[in-house]
């Protein structure tokens, strides 16, 4: 039978599922919304919004890898954009940026310090810290919000970060394939990638390798936060500002992305390809609901049952490709 | 053959997790060219002694010597630059990651690009699958196969295989021949001979007397967390060793003095 032939490949790859439930729902959203969701305009936000979530989940990906978890990413996201926004009034844009990747950076530190240190378990920790840096940028903004003035909106630094369309595309489009390429090559063909999926794997035998597993596990924070913050970084130059709110909740879009993409919490294995691809139905659903004008009130319940059904879907293909 | 200066010397070693006691004032001396068996029940502290030497656990008291030097710090990445290499017979394998990827976990060979250290995925794959299959590997499995995919015994060769080619100064063997077939226990047991002629100290752990006593220069035998027993099988039979094993506790030690 032509279908069992497909069993290896579903088995070996998990990121499969999602892949095709994407192809599914490309098709019936763009077959039952009249035009209003399959055009130019409208697939240029969703790319947009992809490439800011699928950056985020990149590096909780990587946290997931190791066997931990980071949902601090959207408070991290939310830091990212104040710091860039605060900093790209005064200095060039570039290193605005490169500042919101720092403070991305010591919040990665913190979280990763505090796992590795403590041993308390990361769900924890970095439950402590999605709300401490929530409140942080609350008490920042003081409930208005930070924006550059119009005036400012402009230069190609401001542009290349998210600021603009290049080809028709947000140029945070590019830095995301930029980033994935780069995070693929170090995952797969690097020391750095063997030894964080072998932490994911079996900490204890890594240990044993005398393969430093705290350190890995820090990187891998520190690079999650990295990438959350350069999110908010570009969603920043895309919106021009930003408050208090920004970016709440999107860690559990991201952790559900890296999930419905072939990510196994427990650790070990994860795809990165995967993780875009959930981060892009989770875009898709989101805009196919404000496209056919479903109530706001609906919306988070709606994309809950999709996701939940994707998730089912993906799993019950997972087991039929694992049945001989 | 044994050298006067011992290459580990262990010293009034005691170990506690949490309130047990799992290694218990022990002291013995390991010597280069040596093949000690490690011989005890199950839970008698073996694989915690040999978790120490290896790095995984520091102890709570006592002094550990490695070629004459006190050790100081102890992590297993220690222990592997000084030449350790461990065979352990829980942990040791990524079920996750490929055969290569395992074999050359924490110290993978590398070609660089532009500076930046890239696997070098050919001589990972040739070169652990000319070592592994010499322990034993279905002809069918390939080295980018996940160890998940593996039998037990082909589990033990991936490991056994690594020893090998990583060898150095010291090989520990824990329960080595657990999983395999007779044949391949014999190879294995061939090579514990063949590195201790090479001049490295070799560890067997077993808890089969009878096995190791034919291979074995000197057999320390540990109790509770105790040494027991130390004396070379020049100086014991295996009869009068299981013996000791079976009183349990009796302090025993015998050494040919020529």
Redesign the interface.
């Known amino acids: 039978m032509a279908m069992s032939a497909a069993k290896p490949l579903i088995r070996r790859n998990a990121e499969i599922g999602i892949f095709l439930i994407g192809a599914l729902l490309v098709i019936l959203f763009a077959s039952t919304s009249d035009g209003r969701w399959a055009n130019l305009y409208n697939v240029g936000t969703i790319v947009q919004v992809t490439a800011t979530l699928g950056l985020m989940s990149l590096g909780v990906a990587l946290v997931i890898g190791t066997g931990e978890i980071d949902i601090s990413v959207g408070s991290t996201f939310g830091m990212g954009a104040l710091a860039y926004l605060w900093l790209a009034a005064h200095v060039d844009p570039l290193a605005a940026a490169a500042a919101a990747i720092i403070v991305g950076a010591a919040i990665g530190l913190l979280n990763g310090l505090l796992v590795t240190r403590t041993g308390t378990p990361s769900l924890i920790v970095t439950l402590g810290t999605l709300m401490i840096f929530r409140g942080i940028a609350i008490a920042l903004t003081e409930g208005f919000s930070f924006s550059i003035p119009y005036a400012a909106r402009k230069g190609w630094s401001y542009f290349l970060l998210g600021g603009d369309d290049f080809l028709d595309f947000n140029t945070a489009l590019y830095w995301l394939i930029a980033v994935v390429a780069v995070l693929l ?1 170090m995952l797969k ?3 750095f990638g ?2 964080l ?2 932490v ?3 900490a ?9 597993v705290g350190r890995i596990k820090l990187s891998a924070f520190v690079l999650c936060g990295m990438l959350a913050a350069f999110a908010g970084t570009l969603e920043a130059g895309k919106l021009g500002f930003a408050d208090g709110s920004m970016g709440r909740l999107m860690e559990l879009q991201a952790i559900a992305s890296c999930v419905l993409g072939g990510c196994v919490l427990a650790g ?2 994860i795809s990165l390809l995967g993780a875009l691809m959930g981060a892009f139905v989770l875009s898709s659903i989101q805009s196919y609901l404000v496209v056919m004008g479903v109530q706001p009130q609906w919306f988070v319940l709606i994309l809950g049952v999709i996701v939940v059904l994707a998730a089912y879907g993906d799993k019950s293909l997972r087991q039929w490709a694992l049945k001989r | 053959m044994t050298n006067d200066h011992p290459l580990i010397q262990v010293k009034n070693l005691d170990l506690y997790f949490g309130a047990f006691h799992a290694l218990r004032n022990v002291s013995v001396d390991f010597h280069a060219g040596e093949l000690v068996g490690l011989v005890g029940d199950n839970g008698a502290g073996k694989t915690t002694l040999i978790r120490v030497l ?1 790095g ?1 656990h520091a102890p709570t008291s006592g002094e550990v010597f490695f070629d004459g030097r006190k050790v100081e710090k102890f ?3 220690l ?3 000084q030449g350790i290499e ?1 065979i ?1 017979q829980s ?7 490929s055969i290569a ?2 074999f ?5 060979p ?1 070609k660089r690009i532009l500076g ?4 070098d ?1 050919a001589l990972m794959r040739e070169k652990s699958a000319r070592v592994i299959r010499q322990f034993g590997l279905r002809d069918n499995v390939s080295t980018d196969d996940e160890v998940e995919r593996l039998s037990g015994g082909e589990r033990q060769s991936v490991k056994i295989g690594r020893a090998v080619e990583f060898k150095n100064r010291v090989v520990i063997m824990d329960e080595p021949t657990n999983h395999l077939s007779v044949r391949e226990r014999e190879h294995v047991n061939e090579l514990a001979v063949q590195l201790k002629e090479q001049g490295l100290l070799v560890i067997y752990i077993t808890h089969d007397i009878f096995q190791v006593h034919k291979l074995a220069d000197r057999i320390v035998i540990m109790e509770n967390g105790a040494k027991v027993a130390d004396a070379s099988t020049d100086a014991m039979t295996a009869e009068e060793l299981e013996e000791v094993i079976r009183q349990g506790g009796r302090v025993v030690e015998k050494r040919e003095t020529a």
């Open positions: 090559a063909a690097t020391p063997n030894r999926l072998a994911g794997g079996s204890e035998s890594a240990h044993s390798r005398g393969v430093r070990g294995r | 290896c995984i992590h297993p990445k222990a592997i630059d461990t352990q942990v040791g394998l990524c079920d996750n990651l990827r395992n050359y976990l924490g110290r993978e590398v930046i250290p890239f696997l995925f």
